[in-house]
């Protein structure tokens, strides 16, 4: 652990993004905690889901896990899908998917740190209205923990 302290330390004094290591960190605590409850001795495949609005870099999630695993996790491969977001206007009804790519930097990182201002920065494409529901696409959740017993 000692290594990823020190990792963690020079990651952050060269500006790498660490929203992606805390994570890494409550999906490792967590999956030790499903182990942990369900017996297992050895955790062989966790598939995790993260919703698109959360902005989440894949890669650096997936480096941070796998420097991250240790015990029973150490030789547990961790399957990480991205979750289109998908959203319904409240005025007009009309349903639409998210694009990042429709969004300048600044708007996209604000996003990324604060996933519920995507309120200020998206509007329905029909009407126009800030006002709809997230119907899918947001947040990170452990679809599920596969082991030995």
Known sequence: MLYATIFLNAALQKGFP??????AEAI?????QI???EGLKEVREVKIKVGELQQVEIDILE???SELKMGKLKNAKFIVE????ELRCRVCGEKWVFSKNELDEEKTEAI???????????KCPRC?????????????????????K
């Open 112 to 122: 990324h740190f604060v996933p519920e201002t995507v309120h200020a920065y998206i």
């Open 63 to 65: 480096f941070a896990l």
């Open 18 to 23: 660490m929203h992606e290591w805390a994570l």
């Open 28 to 32: 490792i605590s967590s999956v030790s």
């Open 82 to 85: 991205t979750v289109k977001a």
């Open 128 to 148: 126009g209205s800030p006002d709809f529901e997230i119907l899918q696409g947001r947040g990170v959740w452990l679809e599920s923990v596969r082991g030995v």
């Open 35 to 37: 182990a942990e409850k």
